[in-house]
């Protein structure tokens, strides 16, 4: 094939918003995105005039009081290690709004991020987690990729669909959380209905509010849940006969922790949760049922070891 032509062609259809997840997630890989970007950035450039700053702040206030805002926007919530320090805090938060093709949020240790998107549905990206998404036509075509763990609040529309490495979730209207990492994809319903399909397994689920699934290398396992628990939207997060594997994780993304878990069977299962504003009561809330005591090698570099042995 023609590489010239080929990438003429991804240009093309990456400008006006026709890539699928699977091929923007691909084409951002590539060598040719950065100098595509550069591209398109000085073509919009050209086009727009020059923005009276002060006008358009007035108008994004007056859209935040009316609510009635049909764009694109983020808020940085606080960060976990903001908790330790004195207990007068000034929160600092940016609200941006988006114009382009397609967005694209990324978090990282200890950090979480709300996302509104064109229709008012709400996304609350977790620490270590992406979010890629495309604006043009959002309201006939809802899809999102997503690859870490974040909790969604969808307005109700027509199908909105959350793509995977491991599976695909699709709704009409609900609030649900879905988690995936690695060989590990986990779903909870917590309002409406929800329709899970599986990579690895290839079978349909429905779930509804209280229902949960997972896929563990390749096993399915379904669960209920209270969905009046706490998650780790309100700052703790929980977990049932969960892999340790996936608990680790979810403390290493938190506080920014590097465990050493080559004494250990990361098979084992966990069952509780921790609080996202203390990392030692975390560290101890997790380890001491699981029979596990641990050493600082360096910084935030932590050596388990199972207390038995």
Not at 66 to 88: C, D, F, G, M, R
Not at 179 to 203: A, D, H, P
Not at 223 to 247: C, K
């Amino acid at each position: 094939m023609d590489k010239n032509k080929d990438n003429s062609n991804i240009l093309a259809r990456w400008i006006s918003g026709d890539l699928t997840p699977e091929e923007l997630k691909d084409f951002k890989k590539s060598k040719d995105f950065k100098l595509f970007t550069k591209i398109n950035k000085v073509s919009q450039e050209f086009k727009t005039p020059r923005l009276d700053e002060n006008a358009v702040f007035n108008k994004i206030s007056h859209q935040l009081k009316q609510n009635k805002n049909p764009e694109t926007k983020i808020i940085k919530l606080i960060p976990n290690w903001a908790y330790a320090v004195a207990a007068s805090v000034v929160i600092a938060f940016g609200i941006y709004y988006v114009n382009n093709l397609e967005s694209h949020f990324q978090t990282g240790y200890s950090e979480q991020m709300a996302v509104v998107l064109p229709d008012s549905s709400q996304v609350m990206l977790n620490a270590n987690s992406e979010l890629d998404f495309k604006n043009r036509n959002w309201k006939d075509k809802r899809t999102i990729a997503l690859e870490g763990e974040a909790f969604f609040d969808v307005e109700k529309g027509k199908s909105f669909k959350v793509y995977t490495n491991d599976g695909v979730v699709e709704v009409l209207g609900t609030e649900f959380n879905v988690i995936s990492r690695g060989n590990y994809f986990e779903v909870q319903c917590k309002e409406g209905k929800v329709r899970v399909t599986s990579t690895s397994t290839l079978k349909e689920v429905i779930l509804l509010p209280g229902d949960a699934l997972r896929v563990v290398n390749g096993d399915l396992e379904k669960w209920n849940f209270n969905i009046n628990d706490s998650n780790w939207v309100l700052g703790e997060s929980a977990f049932y006969n969960t892999p340790l594997s996936q608990v680790l994780i979810a403390l290493e993304n938190q506080f920014k922790l590097d465990f050493d878990t080559s004494k250990i069977d990361l098979n084992n299962r966990f069952t509780g949760g921790f609080s996202h504003k203390d990392i030692k009561l975390a560290l101890k809330t997790v380890l001491k049922p699981m029979d596990l005591s641990y050493t600082y090698n360096e910084a935030n570099k932590i050596i388990l070891v199972n207390s038995k042995n």
